[in-house]
């Protein structure tokens, strides 16, 4: 079956950096979309970044343009989100996503920045 892990969330000071990966596995399909969203307690569920993987063009949510950084490595079956500048307002978790015929969806990465 298909498993999506995400890992890298933890703690920063505003201003810091983290790197999330996410390690796909049994995925027998061909990708189309790759994408990450985030959950913070009392707010709706959002998209933070995209990538469709015909073509390479991604998609970043106005607030993180800039900072945030989508990208892929096929030989490791891996989609990472570099996160720059992380502000108090970047508090979540974190949801990698990868989409085929179906979307797969990961268990989620605290991201916590003070």
């Known amino acids: 079956h298909v498993q999506l892990v995400e890992s890298g969330g933890g703690s920063v000071q505003a201003g810091g950096s983290l790197r999330l990966s996410c390690e796909a596995s049994?995925?027998?399909?061909?990708?189309?979309?790759i994408g990450w969203f985030r959950q913070a307690p009392g707010k709706e569920r959002e998209g933070v970044a995209a990538?469709?993987?015909?073509?390479?063009?991604?998609y970043y949510a106005d607030s993180v343009k800039g900072r945030f950084t989508i990208s892929r490595d096929n030989d490791k079956n891996a989609v990472y989100l570099q996160m720059n500048n992380l502000e108090s307002e970047d508090t979540a978790l974190y949801y990698c996503?990868?989409?085929?015929?179906?979307?797969?969806w990961g268990q989620g990465t605290q991201v916590t920045v003070s």
């Open positions: 996503t990868v989409s085929t015929l179906m979307t797969y």
């Open positions: 049994g995925i027998t399909e061909g990708t189309n979309c």
């Open positions: 990538m469709i993987v015909l073509g390479g063009t991604t």
